[in-house]
């Protein structure tokens, strides 16, 4: 069992920065590649970013590259996303998933940080 805990979201102008944060407790964090994903009113869920769980590969979504950066921390068994140059499109619930890399129906998911980009 894996419990996630976000934090860092907020309102921020456009153009400002948002660093958010998943701590996560109950199992091994390196058995997990962990992502964000981000859910905007009326929208389906979407894959913003993943890193797998040696944190030698990330991915994002094609609106967010240049921007958006994903990193891992194993001494604080927490995940990071930077967000730079955010934009009003950017708003959303973003979410942190952990999957196992071996047994891949152990999915967890967090609860959810509100990011609002306005002026």
């Known amino acids: 069992q894996v419990q996630l805990v976000e934090s860092g979201g907020g309102l921020v102008q456009p153009g400002g920065s948002l660093r958010l944060s998943c701590a996560a407790s109950g199992s091994a964090f390196s058995n997990f590649a962990m992502s964000w994903y981000r859910q905007a009113p009326g929208k389906e869920r979407e894959l913003v970013a993943s890193?797998?769980?040696?944190?030698?590969?990330?991915n994002y979504v094609d609106s967010v590259k240049g921007r958006f950066t994903i990193s891992r921390d194993y001494a604080k068994n927490t995940v990071y996303l930077q967000m730079n140059s955010l934009k009003p499109e950017d708003t959303a619930v973003y979410y942190c998933?952990?999957?196992?890399?071996?047994?891949?129906?152990?999915?967890?998911w967090g609860q959810g940080t509100q990011v609002t980009v306005s002026s």
């Open positions: 890193i797998t769980r040696a944190g030698e590969i990330t």
């Open positions: 998933k952990a999957q196992h890399y071996i047994i891949s129906r152990l999915i967890y």
